[in-house]
């Protein structure tokens, strides 16, 4: 069936480093632009980062811009998300998320979910 | 950037109630607007985009409309399984802050 499957996330002191990965499944990921999206506890939703499907264009939240990465693996089905330079702040939950596809036209939209990786930023 | 307002933060309600509730975007964003419903340590589900068309698999009773500036999702008759946390999002960026739809 089609899967997100989030890995990658933990503990990491301020300033640190983290790769988040995200394997994909049951559907051609190549087809697909992609997202994370983060949520910080009992908090709303934010986005973080988007490319598209050929790699060709990614922007980030101005929350993370200069300090995250957002690529992917056409080959391996996944996705990726270098995260330097941590803050308290970006303790969160991240999710990858599939953005929906309409009769061959990109909506921009999520429409499958990874179960999400928690990261936590703290001394 | 696009401000996304979302109104009521929480709305208690009943089984069976119409429940409406409202995102404003502070300019406006034609019709990208996409709502989702998340539920306590879950993944948010896809509901509505481009306003107003149901995802696949969603139940009828979910509709959203607006254009513009003004949107709402509209749940016709509220369910056990629909107490939940509401989001709209204006493509691709911005979300709203939620809204929670909690038992009366």
Not at chain 1, 35 to 64: F, M
Not at chain 1, 72 to 93: F, I
Not at chain 2, 54 to 81: K, M, Y
């Amino acid at each position: 069936q089609v899967q997100l499957v989030e890995s990658g996330g933990g503990l990491v002191k301020p300033g640190g480093s983290l790769r988040l990965s995200c394997a994909a499944s049951g559907f051609t990921f190549s087809d697909y632009y992609m997202s994370w999206i983060r949520q910080a506890p009992g908090k709303g939703l934010e986005w973080v980062s988007y490319i598209s499907s050929s790699s060709s264009y990614t922007n980030y939240a101005d929350s993370v811009k200069g300090r995250f990465t957002i690529s992917r693996d056409n080959a391996k089905n996944s996705l990726y998300l270098q995260m330097n330079s941590l803050r308290a702040e970006d303790t969160a939950v991240y999710y990858c998320a599939r953005g929906l596809m309409v009769r061959g036209l990109h909506e921009f939209a999520f429409d499958i979910w990874g179960q999400g990786t928690m990261v936590t930023v703290s001394s | 950037d696009i401000q996304m307002t979302q109104s009521p933060s929480t709305l208690s309600a009943s089984v069976g109630d119409r429940v409406t509730i409202t995102c404003r975007a502070s300019q406006s964003i034609s019709s990208w607007l996409a709502w989702y419903q998340q539920k306590p340590g879950k993944a948010p589900k896809l509901l509505i985009y481009k306003a107003s068309s149901l995802e696949s698999g969603v139940p009828s009773r979910f509709s959203g409309s607006g254009s513009g500036t003004e949107f709402t999702l509209t749940i016709s008759s509220l369910q056990p399984d629909d107490f939940a946390t509401y989001y709209c999002q204006q493509y691709p960026w911005t979300f709203g802050q939620g809204t929670k739809v909690e038992i009366k």
